[in-house]
């Protein structure tokens, strides 16, 4: 019930930046070399919203980068370049943590999972940069609305 209407609320988030944004005019940072370390501490800041359960941690990034002036694209993808640490810590975590499971064989695999999963996520990072330069993001609000609405009508049957 928690995450149902935390998407939704996430959602009404995202039309209140977008609207701001709209009405604040040009950004004030458009490149990701012109943040400030005062930036990248606000955006980080930003992201303890995702521990929200139901909370997109890209979201929380991105619309906080927004509304402390970076443009949607640099937002999205200073969202992306916070997101390595955090993604190579939890595997090696979970390696270290599941270490007695693994062997000599499962190196291989394990390696072209690593390259597949690095290429298919460059190229979904890049299609989305590509999109938020020309679009907004009403249409993940709306989608998290959607998605809410059908997950509290799954409980409340």
Known sequence: MSVAIALIVGA?????????????GAPRVNAVDDMTWKDALKVG??????????TSRSGA?????ML?????????????FLAVPIM????????????DLLSRDDLG?????????????????????RYVAHHDFRAF???????????LWYFSR
């Open 12 to 24: 009404i988030v995202i039309f209140i930046v977008e609207r701001w944004y709209e009405r604040h």
């Open 141 to 151: 609000a709306w989608y998290r609305i959607a998605l809410g609405a059908a997950v």
């Open 68 to 80: 402390f002036g970076l443009s949607r694209q640099v937002a999205t993808e200073f969202s992306f």
């Open 109 to 129: 695999p394990f390696a072209m999972g690593f390259v597949v999963s690095f290429v298919a996520a460059l190229v979904a990072v890049k299609a989305l940069i």
């Open 88 to 99: 190579f810590a939890a595997s090696g975590y979970q390696m270290v943590k599941y270490r």
């Open 45 to 54: 800041l930003a992201q303890c919203f995702s521990l929200i359960p139901g």
């Open 61 to 65: 990034t991105i619309m906080g980068g």
